[in-house]
C-alpha cells in the first residue's frame, strides 16, 4: 500500500496551496558543506488531517488494502484505489469546490 502522494499529487496539492510537512530525507557532506535532502510528499495522516477541518461528513472504511471514500453531503463518491490516491482526489475535489 502506498503511503506517500507521488510527486505530480504533491505539485498539484502545493499549487492548491496545501502546506507539505517537509521530512528530512537525507543528511551528507558534499564538498565540506552539509547538504540536507528533504521529502515533500504528503503522508496518509497529513491528508487525514486535512479532511478533519471538514464539516460534512467524510465516511472512510478500509478493507486491505483498498478503501471506499463517500461524501454524501457534497456529492462526491469514489469506489476503490489506495488509500493515499482516494485522499488526495478527495483533497483535490473539496478545494476545488470550495469546501477547504
Do not use: W
Not at 510527486?7 to 540536507?36: C, M, W, Y
Not at 484505489?81 to 469546490?97: P, Q, S, T, W, Y
Amino acid at each position: 500500500m502506498k503511503q506517500y502522494t507521488s510527486n505530480d499529487q504533491t505539485a498539484k496539492l502545493i499549487e492548491l496551496g496545501f502546506a507539505p510537512n517537509a521530512k528530512i530525507k537525507e543528511v551528507r557532506v558534499v564538498h565540506s558543506k552539509v547538504k540536507i535532502d528533504h521529502d515533500c510528499n504528503f503522508t496518509i495522516g497529513e491528508l487525514m488531517e486535512i479532511l478533519d477541518s471538514v464539516n460534512e461528513t467524510v465516511h472512510c472504511r478500509f478493507g486491505g488494502v483498498k478503501a471506499n471514500l463517500v461524501s454524501t453531503n457534497s456529492g462526491y463518491e469514489k469506489i476503490g484505489g489506495d488509500l493515499i490516491d482516494l485522499l488526495f482526489d478527495l483533497c483535490v475535489k473539496l478545494k476545488e469546490e470550495g469546501v477547504i
